[in-house]
């Protein structure tokens, strides 16, 4: 299983009034972590959108484990979980850079969908590519 690692520094916009990453943030990394796994693999989304393949988000989880503050490094971990005819599940996990603590982990569910964005078929070659 392939994972890809990232490292992004949390800015102050990012936090809330108590100075901890705003939660909805972490949906964000994870966007990040998957737009550079599909990257490494040659497919970034804007070479996929100009072949009508787009990818919705059709669920997302997060569990919080640790709080994350201003300035923190993060690595966030991305693999893929699970592949399908017509989805792709990512997971991730987010640690802090400094002690490894493990502070958020959790997945996205994909759909594949064509130019009339209607479900489709995962295209072969993308298939070969995340296996």
Not at 70 to 81: E, F
Request: overall charge neutral; proline content about 4%; hydrophobic content about 35%.
């Amino acid at each position: 299983m392939k994972i890809q690692e990232i490292k992004t520094r949390v800015r102050y916009q990012e936090t809330d009034q108590m100075g901890v990453v705003y939660y909805a943030n972490f949906f964000v990394y994870f966007e990040m972590g998957r737009t550079e796994y599909l990257r490494s693999l040659g497919l970034p989304y804007s070479e996929l959108e100009k072949e009508h393949i787009y990818f919705p988000v059709i669920e997302a989880h997060c569990r919080f484990r640790l709080p994350a503050h201003y300035d923190d490094v993060l690595i966030i971990q991305t693999c893929v979980s699970e592949l399908k005819h017509a989805t792709i599940e990512f997971s991730y996990k987010v640690i802090r850079e400094s002690d490894t603590s493990l502070v958020a982990e959790g997945s996205t569910k994909l759909a594949c969908l064509n130019a009339s964005r209607k479900p489709a078929s995962m295209p072969e070659k993308l298939k070969k590519l995340l296996l």
